[in-house]
Every structure is written in structure tokens, then in C-alpha cells.
Nanobody
Framework: QLQLVESGGGLVQPGGSLRLSCAAS????????IGWFRQAPGKEREGVSC????????NYAHSVKGRFTISRDNAKNTVYLQMNSLKPEDTAVYYC????????????????????WGQGTQVTVSS
């Protein structure tokens, strides 16, 4: 079974940056679209970004567009989420997730599409 492990979370001041990593084991990520989701206490989980299996297509939630960048390095079996200009409202547990697909040029951010999930990493943006 595909296993995903997030890392890179922590405490940063508003305006700061973090880079989250999602490392896969057991299987290569070559055939998986990858998404990042987040959940703040008392709120529903929301989609943040996704990247197609080829890395050629990405999607972002409106709230993070222009500030966050998703990328992947299939040779390292790792997906990244670079988060810049962080705001307090970005505070949440961030999860990476994956679904297998033969469609290499697109991805979906809807969480119902994803079959495999990491354990999450905490991101706290506070002064």
C-alpha cells in the first residue's frame, strides 16, 4: 500500500515561509496525482493544491494562489508545497494525499478523489 509522510511544518511569523514535503514509500509516485489539504480546528478540511502525475498541471485554492507553489520530484518520490507570505489564517494541519491515475496532465482538489493520505503536519502562523 502506498504510504505518505509529511514533514516541514512548524511555527512561523506572518509573512514567513515554509516548505512542506510529502515522501512516498512502497510505490513510486509516477502514476499518482498528489494533493495538499488542510484542516484548522473546528473547520472542515479544505483542498489547497494538487499536481498531476506528470507534474505538468497544477491547481490552487483561491486563498493560496500566488503564495503557494506545489512541485514534485518523481526521482526522489517526493512532492513539495512551498508556502510564502504566510498568514494566520493558513494555520492548520496540512495533509498530502494521492490517487492513482493514467491521466497525466490534470488533477482534482476534491478530497473524495484521494485514496491515500499522510498523517499530517502542523503549520502555525502567529506573531
Amino acid at each position: 500500500q502506498l504510504q505518505l509522510v509529511e514533514s516541514g511544518g512548524g511555527l512561523v511569523q506572518p509573512g514567513g515561509s515554509l516548505r512542506l514535503s510529502c515522501a512516498a514509500s512502497a510505490f513510486t509516485l509516477d502514476y499518482y496525482a498528489i494533493g495538499w489539504f488542510r484542516q484548522a480546528p473546528g473547520k472542515e478540511r479544505e483542498g489547497v493544491s494538487c499536481i498531476s502525475s506528470s507534474g505538468g498541471s497544477t491547481n490552487y485554492a483561491h486563498s493560496v494562489k500566488g503564495r503557494f507553489t506545489i512541485s514534485r520530484d518523481n526521482a526522489k518520490n517526493t512532492v513539495y508545497l512551498q508556502m510564502n507570505s504566510l498568514k494566520p489564517e493558513d494555520t492548520a494541519v496540512y495533509y498530502c494525499a494521492a490517487y492513482i491515475t493514467t491521466v497525466q496532465h490534470m488533477c482534482l482538489i476534491w478530497e473524495g478523489e484521494y485514496d491515500y493520505w499522510g498523517q499530517g503536519t502542523q503549520v502555525t502562523v502567529s506573531s
